[in-house]
Nanobody, 126 residues
């Protein structure tokens, strides 16, 4: 079973950039579909971006499309989320998640992912 650990969060001003990383251990990283979700206080966890096992499919939430970029390095077992032009509404706890298999219709659903990291906090001030 793969284990996940996020890093890279912080407090930034609107318009700034952050780069989140998710390090995987204890499993075969390349065999997992990976995703980023976020959760703001008082709100449900929401999908941000996903990438398939070999990078063959990449998906984004409409709210981050054109500003965020998801990528993976299977040789280093690292998932990355590059976040540019950050907005206050991007504030939240960001989680990486892993699934051994997803289908396109449910890849944005948190229930499709069995393994989660502990999260890293991103705060964007206006």
């Amino acid at each position: 079973q793969v284990q996940l650990g996020e890093s890279g969060g912080g407090l930034v001003q609107a318009g700034a950039s952050l780069r989140l990383s998710c390090a995987a251990s204890g499993g075969t990283f390349r065999s997992y579909d990976m995703a980023w979700f976020r959760q703001a206080p008082g709100k449900e966890r929401e999908f941000v971006a996903a990438i398939r096992k070999y990078g063959g499919g990449i998906y984004y939430a409409d709210s981050v499309k054109g500003r965020f970029t998801i990528s993976r390095d299977n040789s280093k077992s690292i998932l990355t989320l590059q976040m540019d032009s950050l907005k206050p509404e991007d504030t939240g706890n960001y989680y990486c998640a892993a699934s051994s298999s997803t289908i396109t219709s449910t890849i944005r659903n948190s229930g499709s992912y069995a393994t989660w990291g502990q999260g890293t906090q991103v705060t964007v001030s206006s």
